[in-house]
C-alpha cells in the first residue's frame, strides 16, 4: 500500500494553450496538498521550465480565490522534450531524473494531448511518479466528456456571433466567424448552434462549396433572408472534389505545404479558412447576382475570434469542473496512482489510464449536434418558402 506521506513535495506544470479553468485546477491542487501537508512547487512554461529548472513556490495563502482569474499563473509554452530523439525510452529516463534536481516527489502535469503525451512517456519508459489533468478548450480528449475552458469559450464564441448579429443585420451581410478547432469541432458545433449560425462547417465532415455553403445561401435569400452568419472551424477543409471543382485561391497543394508545430501538426490556423471562403463567395457572379435578384447587394466578410477565445476569466461550470480536477489529481498522487489522469464521466470525476485519455475525440456522425445543425440550415427556409 502507497503511503501518501512519502509524497513531500510536488511539481505542477501547465504546457499547451492557456483556456480559462487553469488556474482553478491549480488552486485544486493546492487546497488538497496543503491539507495534507505536501509542499507545492509551480514548474513555469510548460516542459520548457521543466527542461530548465525554472520554478516558483506555490504558497496557497498568496493565492485566495485563485480559481476565479483566468490563464494560468505558471505561464504556459508549446515545448516537446521529445522532438527529433532517437530513442523516446532514454529520454523518458533522461526526464525522470529531473525530479531530483527539481526537488519534486511526483509532478502533475496540465495540458491536452501532446503535453500529456510527454507525461505517459515519462511513465511508460522511466515509471516516473505523475498524474495527469486534461485539458483542452477543443475539448477532444476521449477520455472525458469535457475539459474545463470549453464551456467558457463555447459562450464566447456564441456571444460573439450573436453580436455580430446586429451588424450583419444592419448591412445586410455575410459574416464567415472562424473558431477555434484544429482537429475537432467541437467548438464551432457547440457555440454555431447556440448562436443560431445559418452554416456550420467542422472539421470532422469535410464540405463542398457549392453543395453546403453557395446552394445554401441562395435558397436562403430565395426564402427571403437578407442576412447570414457561417460558423467555420479553423480547421474545417473542403472535400477533394469541391477542392479540385470549386475552388479558385487554393489548392490541395496549398494545405499539404502548411507549417507544423513543435509536435507535427500542420498549423491550420495559418489558412485562414474563414477568408477563403470569403475569396471564393466573392468570386462567385452567380451568387451576387441571386442577392441582387432579391433586393440585397452581396457583401461577405470574415472574423477570426482565434485567441480572444482562451481569454478572459472561467465560467462557473469551468471554474467547479477545475477544482474538482485539481483536487482528485492531487488525491490520486496521495494514493501513489501514477501513470493516470482525472477525467469527466457524466456529472463524476473518474480515473483512467493516461495512454487511454490521451487519444483524440471527434463529433462522430450519430450525434445528434449533427442532426440539430443539418435540421437548423434546412428547416428555416423550407419553413418560409411560399
Known amino acids: 500500500m502507497f503511503m501518501g506521506n512519502q509524497i513531500k513535495k510536488i511539481g505542477i506544470l501547465t504546457g499547451g494553450g492557456d483556456c480559462p479553468g487553469l488556474n482553478s485546477v491549480l488552486y485544486g491542487i493546492m487546497l488538497k496538498a496543503y491539507d495534507a501537508g505536501v509542499e507545492c512547487v509551480g514548474i513555469l512554461k510548460g516542459w520548457?521550465?521543466?527542461?530548465?529548472n525554472q520554478t516558483i513556490p506555490l504558497d496557497i495563502s498568496e493565492h485566495d480565490d485563485l480559481h476565479t482569474v483566468g490563464g494560468t499563473i505558471l505561464y504556459t509554452s508549446r515545448t516537446n522534450p521529445f522532438k527529433g530523439v532517437s530513442s523516446k525510452e532514454e529520454k523518458a529516463k533522461e526526464l525522470a531524473k529531473k525530479f531530483e534536481e527539481l526537488g519534486i516527489d511526483a509532478l502533475i502535469a496540465i495540458g491536452g494531448d501532446d503535453t500529456l503525451g510527454v507525461a505517459d512517456n515519462m511513465f511508460k519508459f522511466a515509471n516516473a511518479k505523475v498524474v495527469g489533468c486534461p485539458k483542452t478548450i477543443d475539448n477532444d480528449i476521449a477520455g472525458t466528456h469535457y475539459t474545463f475552458g470549453f464551456w467558457s469559450a463555447t459562450q464566447l464564441a456564441s456571444n460573439a456571433m450573436d453580436n455580430l448579429t446586429?451588424?450583419?443585420?444592419?448591412?445586410q451581410r455575410v459574416f464567415v466567424v472562424e473558431v477555434m478547432g484544429r482537429d475537432a469541432g467541437f467548438l464551432t458545433m457547440y457555440s454555431g448552434i447556440s448562436a443560431g449560425a445559418d452554416i456550420i462547417l467542422i472539421p470532422e465532415t469535410p464540405f463542398d462549396l457549392e453543395k453546403d455553403v453557395i446552394e445554401v445561401l441562395k435558397k436562403r435569400v430565395n426564402a427571403g433572408y437578407k442576412?447570414?452568419?457561417i460558423a467555420t472551424s479553423e480547421g474545417a477543409y473542403?472535400?477533394?472534389e469541391s477542392l479540385n471543382r470549386d475552388f479558385k485561391t487554393i489548392s490541395k497543394e496549398t494545405i499539404d505545404k502548411?507549417?507544423?508545430d513543435t509536435f507535427g501538426n500542420p498549423l491550420l490556423v495559418k489558412?485562414?479558412?474563414s477568408q477563403?471562403?470569403?475569396?471564393?463567395?466573392n468570386l462567385r457572379d452567380d451568387l451576387k447576382q441571386e442577392f441582387l435578384n432579391n433586393g440585397v447587394d452581396f457583401e461577405c466578410r470574415s472574423v477570426v475570434l482565434g485567441h480572444t477565445m482562451r481569454a478572459g476569466t472561467p465560467n462557473s461550470f469551468d471554474r467547479i469542473l477545475g477544482l474538482r480536477f485539481g483536487l482528485a489529481a492531487m488525491k490520486l498522487v496521495l494514493e501513489g496512482k501514477f501513470g493516470n489522469m482525472v477525467s469527466l464521466k457524466g456529472n463524476k470525476i473518474?480515473?483512467?489510464p493516461l495512454s487511454e485519455g490521451i487519444k483524440k475525440k471527434y463529433i462522430t456522425p450519430d450525434n445528434d449536434k449533427m442532426e440539430l445543425r443539418d435540421l437548423l440550415v434546412k428547416i428555416r427556409y423550407l419553413s418560409k418558402q411560399k
Do not use: C, Q, W
Not at 446586429?166 to 448591412?171: D, L, Q
Not at 477563403?276 to 463567395?281: G, N, R, S, T
Open 271 to 273: 489558412l485562414n479558412m
Open 350 to 352: 473518474k480515473t483512467i
Open 227 to 229: 442576412y447570414h452568419i
Open 166 to 171: 446586429t451588424t450583419a443585420r444592419s448591412h
Open 48 to 52: 520548457k521550465g521543466f527542461l530548465e
Open 258 to 260: 502548411l507549417p507544423k
Open 276 to 281: 477563403i471562403i470569403v475569396d471564393e463567395m
Open 238 to 240: 473542403p472535400n477533394l
